[in-house]
């Protein structure tokens, strides 16, 4: 596509529940972000992939947070037993990597956990 | 930590003023970098600056970059009602993963 594409663009979810956030960066895009924003805050960043591999992990809040990367290409967010502090915005961005840093940002999952 | 701290948290002025928003951060970079949210949904890249770069324009923008302070700042020339959105900074740190790290961000409110 021409552009992050982030699905579902809502979920509403019971507390306690598993839920996925897909994200498909831009074709050739090697780097992949996911960043949790809470209501009129800023960014956190969660985790960062070069290709299928993640060098820093250090934001992901809790052991009940994963991501993986296949292919180079489509990233999925997992957040197991999920807790109403996990209720935000989920922001995924890709970029070419190297020295092409500029990101580009998906419209962003709204997680509502009830 | 946040790297990028932005500030004021919150900026309004008139349509037709100039606006200028700040960033400091505190480690060394590769770059910095500017981004506009709307309606708190995705961020949307404006402008780049590297560390060698002291100034850079694009179109009614201006960013300067100080090494030396830490800093940088952003101006909006002649603002317009559709400039209201919130501004965030971003760096990219020289050690390490390279990875982005924002700032909490400047909610920039142009009154018509």
């Known amino acids: 596509g021409a552009g992050v594409s982030q699905s579902p663009s809502n979920k509403v979810t019971e507390k306690g529940k598993d839920v996925e956030l897909r994200c498909d960066p831009i074709s050739g895009h090697t780097a992949l972000y996911w960043y949790r924003q809470s209501l009129g805050q800023g960014l956190e960043f969660l985790i960062y992939?070069?290709?299928?591999?993640?060098?820093?992990k250090s934001g992901l809040p809790s052991d009940r947070f994963s991501a993986e990367r296949t292919g180079g290409s489509v990233s999925t967010l997992t957040i197991q037993r999920t807790q109403q502090e996990d209720s935000a915005v989920y922001l995924c961005?890709?970029?070419?990597?190297?020295?092409?840093?500029?990101?580009?940002f998906g419209q962003g999952t709204r997680l509502t956990v009830v | 930590s946040q790297q990028g701290e932005e500030d004021p948290q919150a900026l309004s002025i008139q349509e037709g003023e100039n606006a200028t928003m700040n960033c400091s951060y505190k480690t060394s970079i590769n770059n910095l970098q500017w981004y506009r949210q709307n309606s708190g949904r995705g961020l949307v890249h404006l402008i780049l600056?590297?560390?060698?770069?002291r100034e850079k324009h694009s179109g009614r923008l201006r960013v300067t970059l100080d090494t030396s302070k830490k800093s940088s700042s952003l101006l909006i020339t002649a603002s317009r009602a559709a400039d209201t959105a919130s501004y965030f900074c971003?760096?990219?740190?020289?050690?390490?993963?390279?990875?982005?790290?924002f700032g909490q961000g400047t909610r920039l409110t142009i009154n018509p």
């Open positions: 600056i590297r560390s060698n770069e």
């Open positions: 971003a760096t990219e740190k020289i050690q390490g993963a390279q990875k982005l790290v």
């Open positions: 992939f070069q290709g299928n591999s993640a060098p820093d």
């Open positions: 961005a890709s970029s070419l990597g190297g020295i092409r840093t500029e990101a580009f």
